[in-house]
């Protein structure tokens, strides 16, 4: 076992401690900060981002060589840690030797400590490890100069010093699809940052909502779903928007995915906040989008491209959503382009 101590959350620190630990290359560009490890220690990256300078991201797809113990040891202040799964499971304790509790996939955890001095993650050697964590400063000058740092350290605030605060949530696959779209972002510049900063404060609002819907519903915590059922929901949305094209039914979905039907309406409640006919309608109308400004197929094939067959319906849904006819929408993409 190898204990490894890092003592900030600045994200250009972090990365510069943790590359001295365990090696590796850094890149660095625009507050975002990649180091990539292929050691006898470790394989992967680990990245962090300055998303404000007292809110940090840290994304984790890792595997250990060795079991390894990750310390974060804060001595001016105890920030709060917004911790999401990917994939696998995190363990976490309070100190180096504390009770662990295990993160599972696709469940959130928001902790801080009340000594103000141990966060730590254990890594068991040869599994990969894909998770991400939120740190929001709580020392005096964060606290003073950000009304959202200031109402964190109040909400997420131990009771007692020497009672530390962990709240291990239910699944969520929102966040999981939040921060695909963080990892899919291929824009540069300005665009890219503020696409950074704006999936990020989306991601730590969806943790924070998650810890509130709990609370409120603390009886049924998990709901009827659990967490093998809850990858097929999303597995079964990625086949959705790779195919809009196929006639779905729900008999067809449920025979698919081995769910009932009622579980399947859950889960795409639960990630989309859709029902399973709405959530195939959007994804028809954003593809019907997407071809109308990227292909020179009219209308009336992109209607039947995108598994609909009345051009009637398909305009009306169209005008829903985008505030106007696809005829209006494709008129004006053909000008755009002959001004270009």
Known sequence: ???????????????????????GTITSLNHENVLTVDSELAQGTISAISV???????????????????????????????????????????????????????????????????N?????????????????STDEVSIKNNELNSKLDEIFRPEENTTNFAYFGSYNLKIAEKIEQLEAISQEGVVRRLLIESTVQTILA???????????????????????????????????KNYPEKQYTL????SKSGLTPSKLQEGFKLLHDRTVTDFIRNVRVETAEDLIKTSDLNISEIVYTVGLTSRSYFSKIFKEKYNCSPKQYQDNQNSLAATA
């Open 1 to 23: 076992m190898k204990t490894l101590y890092i003592k900030s959350t600045s994200a250009s620190k972090m990365i510069k401690d943790l590359q001295t630990k365990i090696g």
């Open 251 to 254: 008999k067809y979905l449920s």
């Open 206 to 240: 969806l943790e924070i909502q998650q810890h509130t819907d709990d609370l409120k519903h603390a009886s049924n915590q998990f709901g009827s779903l659990n967490k093998e059922e809850m990858e097929t929901i999303k597995d079964l949305s990625v086949f959705i």
């Open 120 to 136: 730590v993650y254990h890594f068991e050697k040869d599994m990969t490890y894909k998770f991400s964590t939120i740190v929001v």
């Open 52 to 118: 404000k300078k007292s809110i940090t991201y840290i994304s984790f797809d890792i595997e250990f060589k060795k079991d390894i113990k990750l310390v974060n040891t804060i001595l001016k202040s105890s920030p709060v840690y917004f911790t999401y799964c990917s994939e696998g499971h995190v363990e976490h304790s309070f100190s180096v030797e504390g009770k662990t509790n295990t993160l599972d996939a696709f469940q959130t955890a928001i902790l801080r400590s009340a000594e103000t001095v141990n």
